[in-house]
């Protein structure tokens, strides 16, 4: 049952998908912002939304709660259009869609050769920062959730192997060690943390208990690396801003519970400084 749900959303959704290829990159990212303004709301809960904003924002009114979430669908459904242009934004060399602020840091990390961990969280369009990474000549692998729906993910795997990411690292036990296989040739790591993943460990993020990947605190004390923040904001429509922080280094007794500790309060800097483009439609608390 649950394969046939699968192939009708792959069939809807590859029906946008080659509508979104012919009407253009800023008509399609305008079309699927209205779209998921419609449509998130039939497949998530208002409640849970809001519940979520408000672990964040407790004192935060009914009018501001609906901005954030009407602007989170918008981003959201964005963001699904724009995949079918990833290839356009990756051969821009002009960068017009995008600025970027703290390309030296990326110059120096290539210059140097070696490797570091990049962190972000689902913000904006998430899939630029490792694209943009490895475009800046910066060896790189990147750790993604493959999608639940066998279809589509065969579809998005192609796209982010070939525009984002060589280096494609699915999350697991499998994928670590790929990781630390290819950290031993000075590779650099990308990811996202502000998923909830079993494996992980509990964290405060905004000021209550998350599962937390300790991934980058993993990496940190194994291989004695720093990690790089990359913060991406939608700054009007179709434009981009990629700003790459200063490279973080930890003391080598520091504990993987502190790191992670840490790199949850800069996540949460960036969720606060723009939160109607983060995803607040799953559980991160459940």
């Not at 649950?2 to 399609?28: E, P």
């Not at 970027?100 to 110059?107: A, C, K, P, S, T």
């Not at 509990?202 to 004390?221: D, E, G, Y």
Request: with cysteine; proline share 3%; hydrophobic share 45%.
């Amino acid at each position: 049952m649950k394969t046939i749900k699968y192939f009708f959303q792959f069939i809807f959704i590859i029906i946008f998908f080659s509508l979104f290829k012919i009407l253009g990159l800023k008509l399609s990212s305008a079309i699927g912002g209205k779209l998921f303004e419609i449509i998130g709301p039939l497949f998530r809960s208002k409640t849970l939304i809001h519940s979520n904003i408000k672990k964040a924002f407790p004192e935060i009114s009914l009018e501001r709660l609906d901005g954030i979430t009407k602007s989170m669908w918008n981003n959201y459904g964005r963001v699904f259009a724009e995949y079918m242009f990833i290839k356009d934004f990756r051969a821009n060399k002009s960068n017009t869609k995008i600025e970027i602020e703290g390309q030296e840091i990326l110059d120096e990390i290539k210059r140097q050769n070696k490797p570091v961990v990049f962190i972000s969280g689902h913000l904006s369009n998430f899939e630029l920062m490792a694209m943009h990474i490895e475009k800046a000549g910066v060896k790189l692998s990147a750790v993604y959730r493959p999608l639940n729906n066998i279809f589509l993910n065969k579809i998005m795997e192609r796209i982010r192997n070939k525009y984002i990411c060589k280096n494609q690292i699915k999350k697991g036990i499998g994928g670590l060690k790929k990781l630390i296989s290819l950290k031993k040739n000075n590779y650099s790591t990308a990811l996202m943390i502000d998923q909830r993943v079993t494996e992980g460990i509990n964290s405060n993020f905004f000021n209550q208990k998350a599962l937390t990947t300790t991934i980058p605190a993993q990496l940190v004390k194994k291989f004695k690396i720093p990690v790089v923040p990359i913060f991406i904001e939608r700054v009007n429509n179709i434009n981009f801003k990629i700003v790459v922080k200063k490279p973080i280094h930890f003391d080598n007794d520091i504990s993987i519970k502190s790191i992670t500790d840490e790199l949850n309060l800069i996540l949460e800097k960036m969720i606060i400084y723009k939160p109607e483009q983060w995803i607040w439609s799953h559980n991160r608390w459940k």
